[in-house]
């Protein structure tokens, strides 16, 4: 299904004036998007130097994305929950594990995220440090809705 697509059955049963946002995740986008749309993973960051070189806003509670994979399929859409920024430094077990990548844990979200983010950076003539500000997102799944079946 396309991100067209998918926004259309969303939009037709919940209207809204918000206009469609697609993108897949980093370094992964199929294992990601899977993990978004089982509810493993319910957070995501990325680096807050490159939102002022590429001209971007930050994201902001209540907008909503088409999660792709890597052939530009839609996955599913989230609704922003929660939006802040931090240095990488200050993250914390929480958020690594709302990450929901790996073993959850603070030690495996920074092994990958300093790899991703020294890739990332360096595309930019940039270098990644421990005190850089990242942009922390807490997001839920909103579509497809879970059939709820329930028993009397």
Same mark, same amino acid.
């Given at each position: 299904?396309?991100?067209?697509?998918?926004?259309?059955?969303?939009?037709?049963?919940?209207?809204?004036?918000?206009?469609?946002?697609?993108?897949?995740?980093?370094?992964?986008?199929?294992?990601?998007?899977?993990?978004?749309?089982?509810?493993?993973?319910?957070?995501?960051?990325?680096?807050?130097?490159?939102?002022? $070189?590429?001209?971007?806003?930050?994201?902001?509670?209540?907008? #909503?994305?088409?999660? #792709?994979?890597?052939?530009?399929?839609?996955?599913? $859409? $989230?609704?922003?929950?929660?939006?802040?920024?931090?240095?990488?430094?200050?993250?914390?077990?929480?958020?690594?594990?709302?990450?929901?990548?790996?073993?959850?844990? #603070?030690?495996?979200?920074?092994?990958?995220?300093?790899?991703?983010?020294?890739?990332?950076?360096?595309?930019?003539?940039?270098?990644?440090?421990?005190?850089?500000? $990242?942009?922390?997102?807490?997001?839920?799944?909103?579509?497809?809705?879970?059939?709820?079946?329930?028993?009397?």
């Amino acid at each position: 299904m396309t991100a067209e697509e998918m926004w259309k059955a969303y939009t037709e049963k919940y209207p809204t004036d918000s206009e469609m946002d697609a993108w897949a995740f980093g370094d992964d986008p199929d294992t990601l998007a899977e993990l978004v749309k089982t509810g493993i993973k319910t957070a995501t960051c990325s680096a807050y130097p490159i939102y002022a $070189i590429e001209g971007e806003d930050l994201p902001g509670a209540g907008e #909503l994305s088409v999660i #792709l994979d890597s052939n530009d399929e839609a996955v599913c $859409i $989230i609704r922003t929950e929660k939006v802040w920024v931090q240095q990488y430094c200050d993250t914390d077990a929480v958020f690594a594990a709302k990450e929901g990548e790996g073993d959850r844990s #603070l030690s495996y979200w920074r092994r990958v995220h300093e790899a991703f983010f020294r890739s990332e950076m360096a595309e930019y003539g940039l270098e990644f440090s421990e005190e850089m500000k $990242i942009v922390c997102e807490e997001f839920r799944v909103v579509w497809p809705e879970e059939e709820r079946i329930c028993c009397s």
